[in-house]
């Protein structure tokens, strides 16, 4: 019988170095994958999508053991709802937040590193529906981000068969190169 009480206090936010390993692993991916995309437009899709998922792979293998690695609010978004591993309401929304702000600061100082030329196809991946069918767009988010947090929970947070160690913080970043690709 499990009783569910929930509080004000639930919704204040805390710090933590928990808090702080997601605001600084989240900065850094937003920051990476954006110059990755911004660099696609010369390059092709291929620099955004392996950059992207690279610099996913390194950042969890480098903040799975102090945070859990989420870097993604849908990731922890899906911790919140199973309460997996005993995450609380308090520690999701603190994620959220740093996570949110930290992908804004990533984002805002990419903008002020490039160069003006960078800016004609700003953080943008041009795929054949990007620009066309914004519904369908849509789908292909929402389907890619389901598989990374599938992926997330089947290889980082199930304690059975966690690789958080190993490789599957590698899976977590293929997960986002073939979401990069398939969304593109």
């Known amino acids: 019988d499990i009783k569910m009480s929930?509080?004000?206090s639930d919704f204040v936010p805390i710090f933590s170095p928990a808090v702080a390993a997601e605001f600084v692993g989240t900065f850094l991916l937003q920051f990476l994958s954006g110059a990755a995309s911004a660099n696609a437009a010369d390059n092709g899709i291929a620099v955004a999508a392996l950059g992207t998922g690279l610099a996913m792979a390194m950042l969890v293998l480098s903040s799975v053991h102090i945070s859990g690695g989420h870097l993604n609010p849908a990731i922890t978004a899906g911790y919140m709802v199973t309460k997996a591993n005993g995450f609380t309401i308090k520690e999701?929304?603190?994620y959220i937040l740093a996570q949110i702000l930290a992908a804004v600061m990533g984002s805002f100082l990419l903008r002020m590193i490039l160069p003006n030329e960078a800016l004609f196809h700003?953080?943008?991946?041009?795929g054949a529906l990007s620009d066309k069918h914004w519904g369908q767009v849509m789908l292909l988010e929402f389907l890619c981000t389901s598989m990374v947090v599938l992926v997330f929970f089947?290889?980082?947070t199930d304690k059975r068969r966690s690789m958080a160690g190993s490789a599957g913080p590698l899976a977590v970043g293929f997960a986002y190169a073939v979401g990069t690709f398939a969304a593109s």
């Open 92 to 94: 999701g929304i603190s």
């Open 154 to 156: 089947a290889v980082i």
């Open 6 to 8: 929930i509080t004000a």
């Open 122 to 126: 700003p953080f943008v991946t041009l």
